[in-house]
C-alpha cells in the first residue's frame, strides 16, 4: 500500500512524515523545502504479531508494511506549473490513497504561504489544483476515446461515458470520487489514475495546545468538511509525534502517559488507512516465521493464499484456520484443535480479520 502525503508548504507535513517514518526527511520554514519526494517504508503496529512469535518460539516476525510518500508543498496554480506543480502532481498518481495535512494550530513564528489559518481554504486550493489537474487528463482520454468509438470500436462506449460523467464533475470544481462508481466502473477509472478519486485521510495537525482535547475550532471545520465529502480525518499534533520518535523506546510510552497520548500518529493513520481502503490482515504463524498479510476485505482463501506465492492459489485445496483470538486463549494450535476451533474451509471461505492460517495446496 502507497500513501502519499500531501498538503500546502508549511502545514507539517515533513515533520509528520519524519515521525511516522523516522527517515529524517528535510523540514525547514521555507515553501519547497521538500522537491524530489521523500519516501518511508513503516511496518504496520501489531501486537498480535508479538504473542504468536512466543507462541511459536518464532525465529522472525514480518510485520505488512505501509509505504509513504512526501510530496512537495502545492500551491494554488500547481496545475499550470505554479511551485514546481505540474511534476509534484504526476508523484500522487503513483499512490492509493491521499494523506492530506492541514494546518489546525497558530504560530506567527511559523509563516503560512497564504498568510492567515483557514483550513477549509487551504483544503480547497488543494482539491483545485488536483481536479484542474484531472480535468487535462480526462479531456485529452475523452477525445481519444471518442474518436475510437466512432472508428469503430463500440466496447469503449463505456468509457466514453463514464469519462463524460467524470468531467462534468471536475468542470464544476468538484471531485470524481464524488461519483458512485459501480464495480465495473471502478476498473475503468482505475486505468486513469484521477488524482480526485483516490480515497483522503484527512489530517487536521494541532498544536500543543491541543494535544489533551484533540480538538479546537479548525479541526471542527475539518471534521465537518470530511464527513460531508465521505472521508476519513484524524487530528494529531505533528511536532510533539516527531519529539517522541526522538526519545528512546523506553521513554516512548513515558512520554505518551504524560500527555495522555493514547495512539501515536503512525497508529490513527494506519487504522485510517485500513478502513479508508477496505483493508484487513490475515496470520500465518510457525518457527520459522510469523508474518501478517495485507488484502482486501471480502478476499476468499485462494486469492488469499495467492498473496504468499500464485501457486497457493492455483492449487488450492483447503485452509485450516483459527481466530487468532481462539488460538491465544488455547495455548497452541494443537490445543486449539482438540477443543475444534480449527475449521477447515474451502475455497469460497471469505477471510476474515485476524484469521490465522495454513494452507494446504498441490504443487
Wanted: include cysteine; hydrophobic fraction near 40%.
Amino acid at each position: 500500500m502507497k500513501i502519499g502525503v500531501v498538503g500546502l508548504p508549511n502545514v507539517g507535513k515533513s515533520t509528520l512524515f519524519n515521525a511516522i517514518t523516522e527517515a529524517g526527511a528535510e523540514s525547514a520554514n521555507y515553501p519547497f523545502c521538500t522537491i524530489e519526494p521523500n519516501v518511508g517504508i513503516v511496518d504496520v503496529p501489531d501486537e498480535r504479531l508479538g504473542k504468536l512469535g512466543v507462541l511459536y518460539s518464532t525465529e522472525k516476525i514480518t510485520p505488512a508494511s505501509i509505504e509513504f510518500v512526501d510530496i512537495a508543498g502545492l500551491v494554488a496554480g500547481a496545475s499550470h506549473g505554479e511551485g514546481l506543480g505540474n511534476k509534484f502532481l504526476s508523484h500522487i498518481r503513483e499512490v492509493d490513497a491521499i494523506v492530506h495535512v492541514v494546518r489546525c494550530f497558530e504560530n506567527e513564528n511559523i509563516i503560512h504561504v497564504n498568510g492567515t489559518v483557514d483550513p477549509i481554504r487551504d483544503i480547497e486550493i488543494i482539491n483545485l489544483e488536483l481536479a484542474i489537474s484531472d480535468l487535462e487528463q480526462v479531456t485529452k482520454f475523452l477525445d481519444k476515446n471518442i474518436k475510437l468509438v466512432k472508428t469503430g470500436d463500440k466496447s469503449l462506449a463505456p468509457t466514453v461515458e463514464l469519462l463524460s460523467r467524470v468531467k462534468e464533475v471536475l468542470e464544476n470544481n468538484g471531485q470524481a470520487r464524488s461519483l458512485n462508481f459501480d464495480e465495473n466502473e471502478q476498473k475503468i477509472i482505475k486505468n486513469f489514475c484521477l488524482l480526485t478519486a483516490k480515497p483522503v485521510i484527512y489530517v487536521a495537525n494541532i498544536g500543543e495546545n491541543d494535544i489533551e482535547t484533540g480538538t479546537n475550532k479548525y479541526v471542527e471545520q475539518v471534521k465537518e468538511y470530511a464527513t460531508k465529502n465521505n472521508s476519513n480525518m484524524i487530528s494529531l499534533c505533528a511536532k510533539i509525534e516527531e519529539e517522541i520518535i526522538g526519545l528512546e523506546k523506553d521513554e516512548r510510552e513515558m512520554f505518551k502517559e504524560e500527555l495522555k497520548i493514547k495512539e501515536s500518529g503512525l497508529e490513527k493513520l494506519v487504522k485510517s488507512s485500513y478502513d479508508l481502503l477496505g483493508l484487513m490482515s490475515y496470520l500465518t504463524a510457525g518457527e520459522k516465521e510469523v508474518r501478517a498479510w495485507t488484502i482486501t476485505k471480502g478476499t476468499k482463501a485462494p486469492a488469499a493464499a495467492g498473496k504468499i506465492h500464485t501457486d497457493f492459489e492455483k492449487g488450492f485445496i483447503k485452509a485450516e484456520i483459527v481466530s487468532y483470538d481462539d488460538l491465544i486463549e488455547a495455548g497452541s494450535f494443537n490445543k486449539a484443535k482438540e477443543k475444534g476451533k480449527v475449521r477447515i474451509e474451502g475455497k469460497e471461505y471469505i477471510m476474515q480479520d485476524g484469521d490465522v492460517v495454513l494452507f494446504r495446496f498441490n504443487n
